[in-house]
């Protein structure tokens, strides 16, 4: 009798595919106050296009979800500086107050950018 081994390719998953798939993001950006809901498209865009320049340098930087409220924006990310540089990013081209709150010990960033109409 002949006997036959399955081989099997040993697959890493990144730590990025990790977080997504535990639901349990390094970092927080929450939008809020009355630009928000008038401004949801061009606040999306700019998160997003963050997130592609990010990426570019760091593949695993990446945006895990976007939830959309009638009075916010709640985006998680993999990792903490996304959050940061969304929040800057959207300081530079729509004003408004960001706060940042960082615990490195547990490697997470909380983003709050807030801007009324």
Known sequence: MERVSAL???SEVCQACHRIRDKYPAGVVTLSGGFVSDHKEELL???????????????LDRIMDIEEKVDSIV??????????????ALCRAYK?????RYDYEGYFVRAEWRREA
């Open 45 to 59: 865009h700019l998160a997003r296009n963050n997130e592609s320049q990010e990426k570019q340098a760091h593949p």
């Open 96 to 100: 408004g107050h960001l706060d940042l």
């Open 75 to 88: 985006i998680t990310t993999t990792d903490i500086h996304l959050p940061r540089q969304i929040g800057e």
């Open 8 to 10: 099997r390719c040993a």
